[in-house]
């Protein structure tokens, strides 16, 4: 499936986030562990948190699908799945789960040809230290999990290569045997998707101690079953804002958490430096486009938002410097390599380092024909890129946006831009 993107300018629209997939993930395998039913409000139900919530059920849960979902928690006593558990494109999934795999029986938990390049060796150590035993053949997925419960103890695990890790090991902890000490042994990036686990972890009745460097976490803990309301996602928010900085457009997107512990809510602080206008009021935020400067970001909290600072950089004048986001490349695809080839294509002048990358913008970019890798990120920062450039711009294989954002061309079509869906 092709997009074809046509520029636009001034459009003047409102559209509605949807839920946080990250939130969503967390809720969908707490709530299942959890003593009780819980019913999970508003959740996203896309490619990636629908492979979490069959893992789940793979391991015996009851889960009733509606506009709600309905989840009978199992008090973290679990059945061992019949056969593999595949987590399809999903690296939250594959991570999240093969913590819950360690309360139970042998699993062997696999992907697609994404997943299975994501790192997982340091997380299967860390599992090994708590009395569980789990093994890869070179580090990456598949993964077999021989659980029979977690004894507990001190666990040591680096924090620049997958915050997922650290939330796998906090979100089961409360059922290990004795007390779990977690120890984060590098600088711990993307920690405000640690904070949302925990934050989740307390609305479900869980206390965990830390500062970030260490995670003291009591046994005996349990979940309790609880209603719980999924806020909106700013990671798919902010292509919209990106619309409007980029287009010299007004785009008002709603159910927005203000004060939202999302990491990638930084995009309102980069929006506002490079010279956009953002108006937060309640739970709408409005961008209005306008000139941009390039300006410098750290990223390490917040990688996701590379594609859309990159694309934002390819029309600001001076220089855009993304920085500490080396940890992008173990995404759907290296999204640092990705991003510096396909976004070269409008004319820009893009340098790739290590763990960052710098952009001279343009006001000229031209449109082209650019590959997403199957990446939902690369393909959403691209077709709004293209929104922004003369001429028409392709963008190959959209179909990945269903992983986060199924409706996201709708919503594009919705607030005044030109695309055209080619069915291959």
Known sequence: MKAIVEEVSGIVGTVTAPPSKSYTHRAFIIASLAEGE?????????????????????????????????????????????????????GTTIRLVSGVAALDGMVTLTGDESVKKRPMQPFLDALEQLGVRASSSNGTPPVVIEGSGIKGGEASIRGDISSQFISSLLTVAPYAKNDVKIKITT??????????TLDIMEKFGVEVEGDYETFD????????????????????????????????SEIT??????????????????????????????????????????????????PDLLPTVAALGCRAKGETVIKNVGHARYKE???LAACTKEFRKFGVTIDEYKDGMSITGTEKLTGSEVKSYGDHRMAMAL?????????????????????????????????????????L
């Open 333 to 335: 695809t290296d999204r």
């Open 187 to 196: 600088p711990l990036k993307s920690k405000p998707y640690v904070d949302v």
């Open 217 to 248: 976490i009591k046994a005996g803990q349990r979940y309790r079953g609880t209603e719980y309301s999924i806020e909106g996602d700013y990671s798919s928010a902010s292509y919209f804002f990106a619309i409007a900085a980029l287009t010299g």
């Open 38 to 90: 819980s019913v999970i409000e508003n959740p996203l139900l896309a490619g990636d948190t629908l492979s979490t919530l069959n893992a789940m059920r793979a391991f015996g849960v009851k889960i009733e699908e509606n506009k709600d979902v309905l989840i009978h928690g199992c008090g973290g006593v679990l059945e061992t799945p019949k056969g593999e558990i595949d987590c399809g494109n999903s």
């Open 253 to 302: 997107v709603q159910n927005l958490e203000g004060e939202s512990k999302q990491a990638d809510r930084l995009i309102l602080d980069i929006l506002k430096e490079m010279g956009a206008k953002v108006t937060v009021e309640g739970r709408e935020v409005t961008v209005e486009g306008n000139s941009l400067t390039g300006i410098e970001v750290d990223l390490g909290d917040a």
């Open 383 to 423: 077709t709004v890129l293209g929104a922004s450039a003369k001429g028409k711009t392709v963008v190959d294989d959209v179909a990945c946006v269903s992983i986060s954002f199924p409706g996201f061309f709708r919503a594009l079509n919705q607030v005044g831009m030109k695309i055209e869906i080619e069915e």
